[in-house]
Structure formats: structure tokens, C-alpha cells
């Protein structure tokens, strides 16, 4: 799987669909954590991808990789923060604050911007393995 990844050419304009890969390997590794390759595969392609394309969703993704391995350090929830300051208030401003708010263990912002979503984003959001570590509390 890791050598297909070698061969793309464009890998901005294949982001959407190497995202969903990525979420869906998060999945497969939340079922089953002693697949410890699936996480790496999840990592090496997040990475790869983040030389060409590093937005919010390649790094909240990058974190959440690290997060399944260990701890945030100190450093790590800075970048976080920085990233949460500069957010813009699109369609997914709820979807990312809740994200960071679960990086950071931070409950209370979860659950308000995840009470700013509609049923349908909830819903959305739900099916996202970052929500797996609300879900395991």
C-alpha cells in the first residue's frame, strides 16, 4: 500500500481522497490498537502528504496519529492553539473546534462548538475517529 503512494503525482489534488484513506486506517487502528502498521501507514502517508499540502485538516489528522501513540507535548498543543487562533468561520469551524478540543482534553469546548453543529454535522462528526477519544473516556 505504502509503494502506491510513491506513484501519485498530484498529491494536492488527490488530498480529499488520501484524507478519507487516512480517517479510514484511524478507524481500522481503533478497532484493533495492536495493528500498530496500520497506525504507521497512517502516519508515513499524513506526512508524505503534508510536504505538499499541509492545512488544518493534514495537521489535525498528524496529532491525532501522535495522540494514539502518546501524549501532546507541550510544543504540540501550542501549534494547536495557533492553529485554533487563526480558524476561519467556514462550514467546518465547529467540526475543527471540536477536534482541537479533544486534542487538548479540553471537554467543555468540545461540547459547546459540538453544540453549535447541526444534527447532520453532529452526525458527520461522529463517524470521524478523532471522536473515538471522546467515545472511550
Known amino acids: 500500500v505504502e509503494k502506491s503512494f510513491e506513484v501519485i503525482k ?3 489534488k488527490q488530498s480529499v481522497h488520501i484524507n478519507r484513506f487516512i480517517l479510514n486506517l484511524l478507524q481500522a487502528y481503533d478497532k484493533d490498537n495492536s495493528r500498530k ?3 504507521r501507514l497512517a502516519e508515513t502517508i499524513c ?4 510536504l505538499y499540502q499541509n492545512d488544518i485538516t493534514n495537521r489535525l489528522n498528524k496529532l491525532q496519529i501522535i495522540k494514539r501513540k502518546r501524549e501532546l507535548t507541550q510544543s504540540e498543543k501550542e501549534d494547536l492553539m495557533k492553529i485554533r487562533e487563526n480558524l476561519s468561520q467556514d462550514e ?3 467540526q475543527n473546534q471540536c477536534g482541537i478540543a479533544i486534542l487538548l482534553e479540553n471537554e467543555f469546548d468540545y461540547e459547546y462548538f459540538y453544540n453549535q453543529m447541526d444534527k447532520e454535522a453532529q452526525s458527520e462528526f461522529d463517524n470521524f475517529p478523532i ?3 471522546i467515545k472511550n473516556r
Open 10 to 12: 498530484d498529491f494536492e
Open 37 to 39: 502498521d496500520i497506525l
Open 47 to 50: 506526512d508524505k502528504l503534508s
Open 92 to 94: 467546518l469551524f465547529n
Open 131 to 133: 471522536s473515538n477519544f
